[in-house]
């Protein structure tokens, strides 16, 4: 049987809050079977504690935010990819800010911490949240859905009228694996206009947002140096927010999600409405052997 994941041992790193600006320490500790990823906030008297839950999210307009009794963290949709792709069930994540750091607007970052953390199977099986039954939510013309599958398969399309944007591939599939989710989507990082920065800025947020940590574009051009990591680089990232907001299920997918021009909002109603439509999806176990999903020490 697949089995549950955890780190093997303390990793810490810091980095700048995108949002405030301001540094913020992360600690990445071990967890017991059945924990799930668990934030703590220790800047805060008593050390109050948030299970990552796509119904404690409160916030999603300009990342993903979860407020639980008045406790906030912010920003953890790349960190939840990251422990998506390498199948950690279980960790306990210690921060001194109420934003995870951005790290360089990717996964990547996390993703080597916790490598370097080791990765432990743990004395339980692994439990997948198994869609049964086809769920949507769709505005306008914008949708999230998720289907029956016997895998875990992610497919994005994102439409943006620039001149950029459309060079490069608007769409991604992911038949999920720790290898290609490592290899293909970790180190796509988040992009934003610079009108829409310069815009934020002026009003104390987005402080922490540049080149050192996205890819921005003003009206016809990338102003990063370096240029793209992929040349369809803005879908991968678009792909990488989705694992990570549907990995606020609590448990890893087992079914086809496809977005198309969906975002953090979207994401989260569809995984709200999944969660509260109790008949169209189970919990499943999977066999090693016969599954096509990987989650190898890649």
Not at 36 to 54: H, M, Q, S, T, Y
Request: hydrophobic share 40%; proline share 3%.
């Amino acid at each position: 049987m697949l089995r549950q994941r955890t780190i093997g041992t303390l990793v810490t790193s810091s980095g700048i809050g995108v949002h405030s600006g301001k540094n913020c320490k992360i600690s990445f500790t071990p967890a017991p079977v059945d924990t799930g990823v668990v934030f703590c906030r220790k800047d805060i008297a008593g050390n109050p504690e948030i299970l990552a839950n796509a119904e404690y999210v409160n916030d999603t307009q300009m990342c993903t935010a979860m407020e639980k009794d008045g406790v906030r963290v912010a920003t953890v949709e790349h960190l939840m990819s990251a422990l998506a792709g390498l199948g950690i069930d279980n960790i306990r994540i210690e921060l001194d800010s109420p934003e995870v750091p951005i790290m360089d607007g990717s996964s990547a970052p996390f993703v080597y911490l916790l490598q370097q953390a080791g990765i432990v199977e743990q004395d339980a099986a692994k439990r997948f949240i198994c869609v049964n039954q086809e769920i949507e939510i769709r505005e306008g013309d914008k949708f999230a859905k998720l289907l029956p599958f016997d895998a875990c398969r992610f497919d994005f399309t994102i439409f943006f009228n620039h001149p950029v944007l459309r060079r490069g591939s608007n769409f991604f599939r992911l038949d999920f694996s720790s290898l290609r989710y490592v290899r293909e989507i970790a180190r796509a990082r988040t992009f934003g206009f610079l009108r829409d920065i310069e815009f934020l800025q002026s009003n104390n947020l987005g402080l922490g947002g540049g080149l050192d940590n996205a890819v921005v574009v003003d009206d016809y051009r990338i102003l990063n140096e370096q240029g793209l990591r992929f040349p369809d680089e803005f879908v991968r990232h678009k792909l990488l927010d989705a694992v990570g907001d549907l990995y606020m299920l609590g448990a890893p997918l087992l079914g086809w999600y496809q977005g198309y021009k969906s975002g953090h909002d979207l994401n989260n109603k569809l995984c709200r409405k999944l969660l509260a439509e109790r008949d169209k999806w189970s919990y499943k176990q999977l066999d090693t052997i016969n599954s096509s999903i990987s989650y190898g020490a890649e």
